[in-house]
Structures are given as C-alpha cells and as structure tokens.
C-alpha cells in the first residue's frame, strides 16, 4: 500500500510493505542521500553544481508544503524516491511556472506505482496552492507522463541534451 497526506492508500505489487509518501522536511536526515541520488541521475546538466550545493538546494526545498516543496517515498525505513514542486527547473524557460522535477525512484522498486504516487502528490500540492497548470522535462520518460495525462508542450535542447518539454492541466480542489 502507499499512503500520501490525503489518507488515501493506492494499491500497488508489494502489498506485504507499506510505502509512505511524505514531506522531505520530516525525514531531514535523507537529505545527503538524496543529493547523493540526484547528482547521479542528472549531474551531467549541470557539471558545476557540486554535490554539496545540490544537498544544500534540497534542504532550501525541502518544505512541507506550498512551492518549493519535496516529497519522499520511504519503504520500511529506507528513502526509495522522490518528486519535487518547484518554481523553475530549466533557467532557459523562466516563463513556464511551476514543474514538477526530481522525480527518481531506485530502481529496485520501480515500475510498482511509486514514481505515480510520488506525482500525485505534487500534484494535490500544486493544486491547494492553486495553481491551475505545471511542467516538467524528461529526457527518456515521456511515455511514463503521457500515461498520467501529460501533454507534449515542445521538444528542445537543453544544456545538450534533448528534452521534451511537457504540460499537464491541474483541477482545482485535486
């Protein structure tokens, strides 16, 4: 089961453990392991950005709620995951607020509705913060968004790399 603020619980493989979904500022200390996840997966686009300033930029977003705010997926004590709302993720489209970013799971769990749980969260947050539409960018998980009614919004290169550039409508009160 994986439960998120809402008290809602969404099935998923594993219904022997219990995933929780919950604000990164109440797991503070996973914010090293965190950066350390992170600056693994997405280094590459941004080369300068030292591990330390990475873990530092989490903990800054690391909000319970509103925007910024990062979420976790915590399994039997050991962070599996994440997604993040935040004000800007692509410094070259500062016109496009907010986005969805960070979303990472290890891969020992993924393709178990994880990354969809983590999402759905944001998404609630993005929504009682009222906002009405969001963004994010992928380099390979297009597919994974579109199944969660992401559109494509445009196609660009970005710190070279290819990247889509997606939208989703929020419905208020989500």
């Given at each position: 089961?994986?439960?998120?603020?809402?008290g809602?619980?969404?099935?998923?493989?594993?219904?022997?453990?219990?995933?929780?979904?919950?604000?990164l500022?109440d797991r503070?200390?996973?914010?090293?392991?965190?950066?350390e996840?992170?600056?693994?997966?997405?280094?590459?686009f941004?080369?300068?950005?030292?591990?330390?300033?990475?873990?530092?930029a989490?903990?800054?977003?690391?909000?319970?709620?509103?925007?910024?705010?990062?979420?976790i997926?915590?399994?039997?004590?050991e962070l599996?995951?994440s997604?993040a709302?935040?004000?800007?993720?692509?410094?070259?489209?500062?016109?496009?607020?907010?986005w969805?970013?960070?979303?990472?799971?290890?891969?020992k769990?993924?393709?178990?509705?994880?990354?969809s749980?983590l999402?759905?969260?944001?998404?609630?947050?993005?929504?009682?913060?009222?906002?009405?539409?969001?963004?994010?960018?992928?380099?390979?998980a297009?597919?994974?968004?579109r199944k969660?009614?992401w559109?494509?919004?445009e196609?660009?290169?970005?710190?070279?790399?290819?990247?889509?550039?997606?939208?989703?409508?929020?419905s208020?009160?989500?």
């Amino acid at each position: 089961m994986i439960h998120g603020r809402s008290g809602l619980s969404t099935p998923h493989q594993s219904e022997s453990m219990t995933v929780h979904i919950i604000p990164l500022a109440d797991r503070i200390e996973f914010v090293r392991e965190l950066a350390e996840l992170h600056h693994s997966e997405w280094g590459h686009f941004n080369p300068s950005f030292t591990l330390d300033m990475r873990a530092e930029a989490i903990e800054k977003a690391a909000r319970r709620e509103g925007i910024p705010s990062v979420f976790i997926a915590v399994k039997e004590g050991e962070l599996i995951g994440s997604a993040a709302l935040i004000e800007l993720d692509m410094k070259t489209r500062p016109d496009l607020y907010p986005w969805l970013a960070a979303v990472y799971v290890k891969e020992k769990f993924r393709h178990q509705g994880i990354a969809s749980a983590l999402i759905a969260r944001c998404e609630t947050e993005a929504a009682q913060s009222g906002v009405t539409q969001w963004y994010l960018f992928t380099e390979s998980a297009a597919d994974l968004y579109r199944k969660l009614g992401w559109q494509h919004f445009e196609q660009c290169d970005y710190k070279g790399a290819t990247v889509d550039i997606m939208v989703k409508d929020i419905s208020p009160g989500c």
